[in-house]
């Protein structure tokens, strides 16, 4: 009976243990589902916020195009106006004359395919098949964009199968292209032009706040000899094509906005630093994947890591935020090339106390992303490697011979993305 008393008593208290163990198992997952929920919903709310003045921009451009093509125009039927303004502004930011083009011509291949063959053949499913065939070929050999073999072979599809029952489509369908494309260039241009310095800084700060973050990353990985954070912060600044693009694209659009908006024109001066900026960054962040591989291969060699060297890197990822920083607020970036300066210095003194290998082509990389960083804050390429060599100095190894520093050269980076 005591026995029998012992071995309840024991399951119950097993039974409180587990449930204590669940309980904190449900918790935590609880606690994730709440964190991803609420960061979820900031994501949601952020992708609002950026997409908000298109879609102010999309709504007004359809409503004015609707009205332009049948109040104005007398088209009973303008579906194709608010088609081709909001098709406008859906492209990407930098391409939307460029579209506009690409509509009017699309449209205009369409509508003399369309209409030569079915005042040949009629109208059917067979002719329907051959138009289109016909439509996208045309277009192929006269090297269209995949836009205008689009268009083309939409409006061919069009004209086939309304023309029985609408008399006199094919030129309201070409007036409705140019009604709206030119009403979406209008409203982005002169009734809804966007900030272009705000677009390129909002575009800017995810590809800077990865290479500052990989670069971060990378430092606390080398004071640590952790391999893995090493290899992980490669991995993702390789991973670097969305951000650029969207600097990209940003840039475009910013140059469109300044050449068509007489608003924005002004601001011809600043975008065009901006433009010359987005060479140099896209190199620091190949170059910095170099660094970065040499890392790991330093950690796996165990190589010596002087302290300097990781400060060295430390000081490059602050640079980046400085720079991100003084762009955003239209500021001379002297404190980021100051910090640039500093980061060569650093891997001057780490050279100095004696590296390997790979430690000596990290150290080359430190001089050469800060290279390229003095040359996106505004300064010439000749000045920057002025600058650079002479804040790292002629240093001496120990154990070889004073004198100024080996010419050795870095291996030509690969493309990183």
């Keep these: 009976m005591a026995d029998r008393r012992f071995r309840l008593l024991r399951r119950d208290g097993m039974r409180e243990k587990l449930a204590d163990v669940d309980t904190a198992r449900i918790a935590d997952t609880v606690a994730q589902l709440h964190r991803r929920s609420k960061a979820t919903l900031h994501d949601r709310l952020h992708r609002v916020r950026m997409a908000l003045a298109l879609a102010v921009q999309a709504g007004l451009a359809a409503g004015l195009s609707w009205f332009a093509s049948h109040d104005l125009l007398g088209n009973p039927q303008p579906v194709f106006a608010p088609i081709s303004a909001v098709g406008t502004l859906a492209v990407s930011v930098g391409q939307r004359f460029r579209r506009t083009a690409e509509l009017i011509i699309g449209v205009a291949v369409g509508v003399a395919v369309g209409d030569l063959l079915v005042y040949f053949l009629g109208t059917g499913p067979w002719q329907l098949g051959l138009v289109v065939t016909a439509a996208i070929l045309l277009t192929i050999f006269a090297g269209g964009s995949v836009a205008i073999v689009i268009q083309a072979a939409a409006t061919a599809v069009l004209i086939v ?11 309201p369908r070409f007036i409705d292209a140019l009604v709206g494309g030119g009403i979406a260039l209008l409203v982005t241009a002169v009734l809804l032009p966007l900030n ?10 995810p590809a800077l706040d990865l290479l500052a973050g990989q670069l971060d990353t990378a430092a606390d990985a080398l004071r640590e000899r952790d391999r893995e954070r090493t290899q992980k912060a490669l991995d993702r600044l390789r991973n670097n094509k969305p951000e650029l693009a969207t600097l990209t694209e940003a840039i475009e659009g910013a140059k469109e906005t300044a050449l068509l908006s007489p608003a924005r024109w002004h601001r011809r001066g600043e975008l065009t630093h901006y433009a010359e900026a987005a060479d140099p960054i896209d190199r620091a962040m190949r170059n910095t994947g170099t660094l970065i591989r040499r890392a790991v291969t330093m950690i796996e060699d165990e190589e010596p890591i002087p302290e300097p060297m990781t400060d060295a890197v430390g000081h490059l990822a602050e640079a980046v935020r400085l720079l991100k920083r003084e762009f955003a607020h239209g500021e001379e970036p002297e404190q980021a090339r100051e910090r640039c300066l500093r980061a060569v210095s650093e891997a ?8 390997g290998f790979s430690g000596s082509v990290v150290v080359a990389q430190v001089r050469t992303t800060a290279s390229d960083l003095l040359v996106a804050s505004g300064i010439s390429q000749e000045e920057a490697n002025r600058l650079v060599r ?27 993305g």
């Design 196 to 205: 272009p310095l705000r677009v390129l800084n909002r575009a800017a700060r």
């Design 390 to 416: 002479q804040s790292f100095g002629e240093m001496e190894r120990p154990g070889a011979p004073a004198g100024p520093e080996p010419a050795a050269k870095s291996p030509t980076a690969p493309p990183v």
């Design 348 to 355: 001057g003194r780490a050279y100095a106390e004696g590296v």
């Design 161 to 171: 199968t309304l023309s029985p029952s609408v008399a006199n489509l094919e030129l």
